[in-house]
Structures are given as structure tokens and as C-alpha cells.
């Protein structure tokens, strides 16, 4: 929004004011010992935190990379009487879909159109002077999947318009509640100081826990004990390798040791000279009166492996994964059903959430017309679409320039690509009435 604009900006309502919670609801929640308190937070987020490495951080990365390339449009339910907002007309085709995909959020409203250009769009671009788009949703993203919360602090110009977004560091979040509001503040703790945020300063995204009102829980944390068992087994190979777990053979001797001291001098130099990875594939040559004998891979150890497979197919399931997304192997066809799912069940209802949180939260305070409508994440199946689309227009249900824009096209330039088509040689309605009344017409002067 440029300068002189910011003044001419309709006011918006007065977001200060705090909206007062039935008593009943609140008491039915907040328990007396949580009111006493300064504040409450999450205990378990350091913990979290540290998790984000090796199968989880992958998982989360993929999740968080894919969203975070996902585009959308913004919708407005009446026409713009602003001039400074350009907008797209929308055609019967597409407003149908916007009210079967979006029902609740759209309505029944005729007058829908795609808005091009506004301080919601710019906003989006660069939330803040320091993070992108792409940044912020993958940023977003990787809070909710890691810690379960994401909290964003909003900006505002002089008239409460939006002008920037942050993602505050939901480990370091607090929550002060209230017996008349539910939440009173928020509060972010750095070092020694608590700053202070109100309600309508943040908006604070939380997957879900019965157990807490106030705080979401993670995928992560639900897969707790998972990912504990995966740890160790990660902790027990690395011991392993480093020759402080399972031993790869023994060396014993039927030659006298001369006290402790000539024991620890026999093994100093049997691990300098055969254990560690740099001594690997070297040839081992023993003094005599020394016998090596290796120990194989037990059992054990076979299932240690079978355990990792299983942990880390566990854990991607939490985040909406499958194994068949990340095997190398997989010819063209599983790799595709793979990405198909995994964008049908991880990422689609990723961005739903994330959408209804926008359009509740942050679009009201730019319009309350507007309406943010992320793009479909799962691949559409061409074929079929084309199939469909050939029915649609072949059957009067679709115009052609309809089906052309469902595919990605521009309009055609004939007048008539925007008719319906009737299944008379695929002559258009207009065509067809035009053919009847000259025939009408001729079939007059013969009777004459």
C-alpha cells in the first residue's frame, strides 16, 4: 500500500476490544491453579526441538518444502467499488467450483471475482523485510509439524491494516489466561524478559490435543516413544562403530600378562593398530601366543536393522507419509501413486488448515469479502480431466472457452467458443436458432 493511500483506507473496526467468553466455558476449561499462574507454556519443546535431525527432520523438510511452493488466489464474494483493486471476472465454470470446494467460506454469492491486485497480495510477496512467501509457509509449516504451535505476530499500519508478519519462535511462546477472555496475552520469553503481545496481535495455529486447550501437539510428540526406540538403536550402532558396544572379535593369549600395567600396554597397542575406522581392511598380524577369534552378527543385530525399517516407516506415517515415497527403486508408476498420496493426505489438509486460519483471522482485518483459496495440491490426471471436459462440452454442460480455462487456457477469440454447444454437429445454441429461422423463413416462401 503506497503512502498517501494508508490514510484514504476505509477504517476498520476497532480490534482492541476484547470479546468477553461465556464464564461457564471458561470454568468448564481453565482450572484455578492454571489462573494462578504467570503464565503457561510447553515443557516438552526442548526436547522437540532437539528430534529435528535424521528421518524426522526429512519428513518435516518434505512436508514443509512442498507447501511452501503451493500458490493460490484471492477471492472476493462482491465486486470491488474501489477502483485501485483490480480484479478478474470469473466464469459460471469456475464459480461453480470455488462454491463445491469452498462452500463455507465462499457461500452462495454470484458476484464472485479473483482480486489481482491488493495490499493482501503485496503482503504475501514479502511478509516481512526479511522473509518471503516460500519462507514463511515452509517456516509455518515446520513450527506445526516440529512443535505442534505457530504463532504470528501482526503488524499493522496507522488504520490496523496489515503490513508485515513474523513467525515468533513458538518454543519460546507463553500464554497468560483469563477468567472473562479465555487468553489475556501472550508473552515471548527472551533470556530474562518476558514480551508482552495482545490477542489480536498474534495468531497463534495449533494442531489439535485434548489434553490442552491452550497448546497443539506435534506429530512428533505423538510418535514420542517411536522415536525414543529409533535413538537408541541410532546410539547403539554408533557405539558400535566406535568400538564401545558389541566387539568385533576377541584376542586371547595363553602367555602371562604381567600385571595391569602390561595389560593396558597389550591393548593400547591392539587399538591403535586394529580398532577404528581408519584401521579398517587392514590385515591384522599377531605376535605369537595371540589368537583372534570374530564374532558375527548375532541375531540381535539383524532385528537392530529390521527395527530401524520399522521406527522410521512409523514415524513418516505420523506426518502423512509412506515408505514408497522415498524408494529408490520404484519405477515411474509407484513413485507417481506414491506422490499422489502423499500430497492427498499430508499436504492437502496442511493447506486447509492453514486457509480457514487466514481467512478467520487475518483477511478480515484487509476486507471481509475476501477469501484466500490455496491451489489444489494433488496432481491432476490429464487423461481423465480431458475425458471429462470433451463429456461436459459434447453434453451442453460446459463452453468451450470454460473447459479451456479448466485446463489452463486463454479464451479462444471466436465469440462463439463462449456458447453452449448442442449435439447438432456441435453447432452452438445461437447457430442452431439462427439455422431454424432461415429455415423457417424458406419454408414460408414455398407455401407462397
Known amino acids: 500500500m503506497r503512502f498517501i493511500e494508508m490514510f484514504k483506507a476505509k477504517p476498520k473496526k476497532d480490534s482492541t476490544i476484547p470479546i468477553e467468553v461465556d464464564t461457564r466455558v471458561i470454568s468448564a476449561i481453565i482450572t484455578e491453579n492454571q489462573l494462578s499462574k504467570e503464565y503457561l507454556d510447553k515443557t516438552d519443546t526442548p526436547s522437540l526441538l532437539g528430534a529435528n535431525k535424521h528421518v524426522v527432520y526429512i519428513a518435516i523438510n518434505k512436508n514443509s518444502t512442498v507447501m511452501s511452493m503451493n500458490g493460490f488466489k484471492l477471492i472476493s464474494k462482491k465486486r470491488p467499488s474501489a477502483r485501485s483493486v483490480k ?11 470455488l462454491k463445491t470446494k469452498h462452500a463455507k467460506a ?13 495490499p493482501f497480495l ?3 510477496k514479502q511478509v516481512n523485510p526479511l522473509t518471503s512467501y516460500s519462507e514463511f509457509l515452509y517456516g509455518d509449516n515446520t513450527y506445526m509439524d516440529l512443535l505442534g504451535n505457530s504463532f504470528w505476530y501482526i503488524e499493522k499500519n496507522q488504520v490496523g491494516t496489515p503490513v508485515g508478519l513474523y513467525l515468533l519462535p513458538a518454543q519460546d511462546m507463553k500464554i497468560k489466561p483469563s477468567n472473562k477472555l479465555f487468553i489475556e496475552k501472550y508473552m515471548m520469553k527472551n533470556g530474562d ?6 490477542p489480536d496481535e498474534i495468531i497463534h ?5 485434548p489434553a490442552n486447550q491452550f497448546f497443539g501437539m506435534s506429530p512428533l510428540a505423538a510418535c514420542e516413544s517411536v522415536y525414543n ?23 586371547t593369549t595363553d602367555e602371562k600378562v604381567i600385571g595391569t600395567s602390561g595389560w593396558e600396554d597389550t591393548r593400547e597397542l591392539l587399538r591403535r593398530e586394529m580398532a577404528g575406522l581408519s584401521n579398517t581392511g587392514k590385515i591384522a598380524l599377531l605376535d605369537r601366543g595371540f589368537d583372534y577369534k570374530r564374532i558375527s552378527v548375532s541375531p540381535k543385530d539383524l532385528e537392530s536393522l529390521e527395527g530401524r525399517k520399522a521406527t522410521a516407516s512409523e514415524i513418516r506415517n505420523a506426518f502423512g507419509q509412506t515408505d514408497a515415497l522415498y524408494e529408490s527403486s520404484a519405477n515411474r508408476s509407484t513413485s507417481e501413486s506414491a506422490d499422489y498420496a502423499f500430497r492427498k493426505d499430508a499436504v492437502a489438509p496442511r493447506l486447509k488448515f492453514l486457509e480457514d486460519d487466514i481467512n478467520k483471522q487475518l483477511l478480515p482485518l484487509f476486507d471481509e469479502n475476501l477469501v484466500l483459496v490455496f491451489d489444489n495440491p494433488v496432481p491432476v490426471d490429464i487423461e481423465k480431466q480431458a475425458k471429462q471436459l470433451k463429456e461436459f462440452v459434447t453434453n451442453t454442460i ?34 442452431a436458432y439462427m439455422q431454424n429461422q432461415a429455415n423457417g423463413e424458406e419454408g414460408k416462401k414455398e407455401d407462397d
Open 122 to 124: 503485496d503482503l504475501m
Open 205 to 209: 495455529r495449533k494442531r489439535f490435543d
Open 87 to 97: 480484479f478478474r471476472e470469473l466464469g459460471v465454470y469456475e464459480k461453480a467450483v
Open 398 to 431: 460446459l463452453t468451450p472457452n470454460e473447459a479451456r480455462h479448466a485446463i489452463g487456457y486463454g479464451p479462444h477469440e471466436s465469440i462463439l467458443a463462449d456458447e453452449l454447444l448442442i449435439p447438432v454437429n456441435l453447432a452452438s445454441v445461437s447457430q
Open 229 to 251: 526406540m529409533r535413538e537408541y538403536m541410532d546410539r547403539y550402532e554408533l557405539h558400535l562403530y566406535a568400538n564401545d558396544g558389541r566387539p568385533s572379535g576377541i584376542i
Open 106 to 118: 465462499i457461500g452462495q454469492s454470484e458476484d464472485l471475482v479473483e482480486i489481482t491486485e491488493h
Open 193 to 198: 524478559n518476558l514480551i508482552e503481545f495482545a
